[in-house]
């Protein structure tokens, strides 16, 4: 019996992998002027997503704040016919972080987001989370808990650090609940970056891919 390492090799000196991803017939794959145009903008959409979730005015709200969401975005493409459809797919709270989440305080700050929190109280996820983040910036090195989150009977201490990372990120959580979290609009943004280029560049490759001819010696 032929050992796992000798039919690997027969299988590629065989070339069967050779015609793996190309067309039917022996022909490879080959995309008309259009398709590269438009897989390309989704690229560069992509692009743009990732680096708008990434900028310091979004990724200062995000709760993980560890690149998470960004690394999670990938694009799928289909063609049919004359729809050109790309889909693209992300953690699922990124709804959340662009549209916002509505306050239940009187100070909220989002009043057209479609989601809103349930509950005041921060739950121990949430706060876990807030704490995770706190940890993972580093915010709280060598610093006194804020007035009002020290610990019982001490007066002008607390207990240690990671007193003060739950404490606080507790604070965090309950405020956030109240005001609400902003939308950061990174998804239309990105689509509003991408969309002249390739608005241009789609006219161009038309104008490439179709070719136009007039017969005018045709007799009855």
């Given at each position: 019996?032929?050992?796992?390492?000798?039919l690997?090799r027969q299988?590629?000196?065989s070339g069967?992998?050779?015609d793996?991803g190309?067309?039917?017939?022996?022909?490879?794959?080959?995309?008309?002027?259009?398709?590269?145009?438009f897989?390309?903008?989704m690229?560069?959409?992509l692009?743009?997503?990732?680096?708008?979730?990434n900028a310091p005015?979004?990724a200062?709200?995000?709760?993980t704040a560890?690149?998470?969401?960004?690394?999670?975005?990938?694009?799928e493409?289909?063609f049919?016919?004359v729809l050109?459809?790309?889909?693209f797919?992300?953690a699922?709270?990124?709804d959340y972080?662009?549209k916002?989440?509505?306050?239940?305080g009187s100070?909220?700050?989002?009043?057209?987001?479609?989601?809103?929190?349930?509950?005041?109280?921060?739950s121990?996820n949430?706060?876990d989370a807030?704490?995770g983040?706190l940890?993972?910036?580093?915010n709280?090195?060598?610093?006194r808990?804020?007035?009002g989150?020290?610990?019982?009977?001490?007066?002008?201490?607390?207990?240690?650090?990671?007193?003060t990372?739950?404490s606080?990120?507790?604070?965090?959580?309950?405020?956030?609940?109240?005001?609400?979290?902003k939308?950061?609009?990174?998804k239309?943004?990105?689509?509003d970056?991408?969309m002249?280029?390739?608005?241009k560049?789609?006219?161009?490759?038309?104008?490439r891919?179709i070719?136009?001819?007039i017969?005018t010696?045709?007799l009855q």
């Open positions: 019996m032929a050992s796992e390492s000798k690997q299988l590629l000196e069967f992998l050779d793996i190309q067309a039917r017939g022996g022909d490879k794959l080959k995309f008309t002027s259009v398709e590269q145009v897989i390309k903008h690229g560069q959409l692009k743009r997503l990732q680096e708008r979730v005015q979004c200062d709200k995000e709760i560890s690149g998470g969401l960004s690394a999670s975005m990938r694009f493409y289909t049919l016919g050109y459809r790309a889909q797919y992300m699922s709270y990124a972080q662009d916002g989440v509505r306050g239940l100070n909220n700050q989002n009043t057209t987001s479609p989601y809103s929190f349930r509950f005041k109280n921060a121990r949430h706060v807030i704490e983040w940890k993972e910036k580093n709280l090195t060598d610093r808990a804020p007035k989150l020290l610990t019982a009977g001490k007066k002008n201490h607390i207990n240690d650090a990671i007193q990372n739950r606080i990120a507790y604070a965090i959580a309950v405020a956030g609940k109240s005001k609400g979290l939308a950061q609009n990174f239309q943004g990105a689509i970056d991408v002249p280029g390739l608005m560049e789609l006219a161009q490759a038309m104008a891919d070719k136009i001819s017969d010696s045709v």
